[in-house]
């Protein structure tokens, strides 16, 4: 399974992967038009509460990661059409945040391999 994540705000509409947005918010100042195709998983993302307790802290990273592991251990319905579309071929999970490396989409990849 290829899992490749990108920034939405970078995102070419002519990806011929499978793409989920997995964000709990609504990426500011993204227009619907501009993400047409894409699948909208918000509760695939973190928690509001570990969200907002995360805060993009680079010192929370570990941390985080295994809160939200354990989000998605208790939540299998909500990451299941991503495992699924990833049988079928290439995904991109799309996210908002700055930091390119300490995101939720990372933390779900890296989440999603261990399940191969």
């Known amino acids: 399974m290829q899992i490749d994540v990108q920034r939405v705000y970078d995102f070419n509409a002519r990806s011929s992967s499978q793409c989920f947005l997995v ?30 307790w995360f805060s993009h802290d680079v010192e929370k990273w570990q941390e985080f990661m295994s809160q939200y592991f354990k989000e998605l251990d208790d939540n299998s ?11 079928a071929g290439a995904i991109t999970l799309l996210y ?3 930091d390119t490396k300490h995101n939720q989409a990372i933390a779900l990849k890296a989440y999603l391999e261990r399940l191969r």
């Open 23 to 52: 964000d709990r918010l609504w990426p500011r100042g993204m227009k619907k038009e501009a993400l047409k195709g894409v699948v909208w998983l918000p509760e695939v993302a973190p928690s509001t509460a570990l969200r907002k």
């Open 77 to 87: 319905a909500t990451w299941q059409p991503i495992l699924e579309a990833g049988k």
């Open 96 to 98: 908002g945040a700055k």
